[in-house]
Nanobody, 125 residues
Framework: QVQLVESGGGLVQDGGSLRLSCAASGRTFSPYAMGWFRQAPGKEREFVGGITWSRGITDYADSVKGRFTISRDNAKNTMYLQMNSLKPEDTAVYYC??????????????????WGQGTQVTVSS
């Protein structure tokens, strides 16, 4: 069984930065890809970005492209989300997810097998 634990959320001012981490634990952890999603109050969950675990190929939602960067440390089984130039509309609970098998970074939640519990990010104006 794989467990994902997000950390690094918090309150930040408009234009600020945060770095989220997603640490994976489990007997053997070798996903095809991992992703970040977010859900704001009253809104549907949306794809933020993802990365393939072996080659490090990334994909981002248009709304965060150029501001957010995803990276991973395979040795630590940890994925990161560096968020710069944050805006109030980035306020949401951020979730990480792992895809055991696939052929590209999935932009839909159904493409992932494991999920973290989420971490709150609040950007004040």
């Amino acid at each position: 069984q794989v467990q994902l634990v997000e950390s690094g959320g918090g309150l930040v001012q408009d234009g600020g930065s945060l770095r989220l981490s997603c640490a994976a634990s489990g007997r053997t952890f070798s996903p095809y890809a991992m992703g970040w999603f977010r859900q704001a109050p009253g809104k549907e969950r949306e794809f933020v970005g993802g990365i393939t675990w072996s080659r490090g190929i990334t994909d981002y939602a248009d709304s965060v492209k150029g501001r957010f960067t995803i990276s991973r440390d395979n040795a630590k089984n940890t994925m990161y989300l560096q968020m710069n130039s944050l805006k109030p509309e980035d306020t949401a609970v951020y979730y990480c997810a792992a895809d055991r098998t696939g052929w590209r970074v999935s932009r839909t939640g159904s493409g992932y097998d494991y999920w973290g519990q989420g971490t709150q990010v609040t950007v004040s104006s």
